[in-house]
């Protein structure tokens, strides 16, 4: 069994960055794929980016060179650096993680983006 755990979010003006952070807990024998999602009350959730085991990142286009993700094995921690944020960035931020083969979601966090 594992457990997600998200942090970072909050409220920022336009144009403004926040650092979202998720740890993994629990017996880890793998950590494969980590990735975001975001989902506000009136869409399903959707992916934002994610990143293999081996580093390798890809991005919604909408993110595309406004975000960046990464990772610490050491950590057991996957990161989203979000800048030049926009009003159409509100959502609550999901992480998700293949652990130990399995599908695991964090309970999100909340990003506000004011105009």
């Known amino acids: 069994q594992a457990h997600l755990v998200e942090s970072g979010g909050g409220l920022v003006q336009a144009g403004g960055s926040l650092r979202l952070s998720c740890v993994v807990s629990?017996?880890?024998?793998?950590?494969?794929?980590m990735g975001w999602y975001r989902q506000t009350p009136d869409e399903e959730r959707e992916w934002v980016a994610s990143?293999?085991?081996?580093?390798?990142?890809t991005y919604e286009d909408s993110v595309k060179g406004r975000f960046t993700i990464s990772r610490d094995d050491f950590k057991n921690t996957v990161y989203l650096q979000m800048n030049s944020l926009k009003p159409e960035d509100t959502a609550v931020y999901y992480c998700n993680a293949v652990v130990n083969f399995y599908d695991y979601w964090g309970q999100g966090t909340q990003v506000t983006v004011s105009s």
């Open positions: 629990g017996t880890i024998f793998s950590l494969e794929n």
């Open positions: 990143i293999t085991s081996g580093g390798r990142a």
